[in-house]
T-cell receptor, first 113, second 111 residues
Framework: DADVTQTPRNRITKTGKRIMLECSQT?????MYWYRQDPGLGLRLIYY???????NKGEISDGYSVSRQAQAKFSLSLESAIPNQTALYFC????????????FGSGTRLTVV | GESVGLHLPTLSVQEGDNSIINCAYS??????FIWYKQESGKGPQFIID?????DKRQGQRVTVLLNKTVKHLSLQIAATQPGDSAVYFC??????????FGQGTTLQVKP
């Protein structure tokens, strides 16, 4: 099984709909992140959480919200999806000490029509 | 401001040749650097990392070089194979949870 699992893998939704992307991890990491990837723009941070009671906005949080339901689960919601939120979304985790590197999920390809 | 950037958006190499992917960073306080590989349809995967107290680190067919004087990071791939075709990202950080990614270089391997 993957260390970081994202669901769904692909989703097409209509403008104005609410949608939730889910992420779960078996790494035992405290820290979890949501990134958005667009062609030519690299990975941009949406939200991050350093533990269950900690939620922080990233550089592009407008139009998104998150919930850290447990150490292993971190979900991203689009309350009212719009077409420019069409992108590839990645969840990542990291430990709080030592190796600072991230482990990424396989991504969710979201299309808003 | 701070930024992490790659010199070339696309690099095309012949199979069997060595590849060099470059990255420039602007924050001299960064102390940890990582290279990621992202294949089509997949999430970024860790390749190799290096701390600022090192100049060079080698893995299997990959070497990362760090030049702190000019704030330059490079990834060398020996005997490039078709399976190396992907987008490569450098990232830098000064603390856990503060990873900053570059925009990526696409490596194309010609048979």
């Amino acid at each position: 099984d993957a260390d970081v699992t994202q669901t769904p893998r692909n989703r097409i939704t209509k403008t104005g709909k609410r949608i939730m992307l889910e992420c779960s991890q078996t790494k035992g990491h405290d820290r979890m992140y949501w990134y958005r990837q667009d062609p030519g723009l690299g990975l941009r941070l949406i939200y991050y959480s350093f533990d269950v009671k900690d939620i922080n906005k990233g550089e592009i949080s407008d139009g998104y919200s998150v919930s850290r339901q447990a150490q292993a689960k971190f979900s991203l919601s689009l309350e009212s999806a719009i077409p420019n939120q069409t992108a590839l979304y990645f969840c990542a985790t990291s430990g709080s000490q030592g190796n600072y590197g991230y482990t990424f999920g396989s991504g969710t390809r979201l299309t808003v029509v | 401001g701070e930024s992490v950037g790659l010199h070339l958006p696309t690099l095309s190499v012949q199979e069997g040749d060595n590849s060099i992917i470059n990255c420039a960073y602007s924050n001299s306080a960064s102390d940890y650097f990582i290279w990621y590989k992202q294949e089509s349809g997949k999430g970024p995967q860790f390749i190799i990392d290096i701390r600022s107290n090192m100049d060079k680190r080698q893995g299997q067919r990959v070497t990362v070089l760090l030049n702190k004087t000019v704030k330059h990071l490079s990834l060398q791939i020996a005997a490039t194979q078709p399976g190396d075709s992907a987008v490569y990202f450098c990232a830098e950080t000064r603390a856990p949870g503060k990873l900053i990614f570059g925009q990526g270089t696409t490596l194309q391997v010609k048979p």
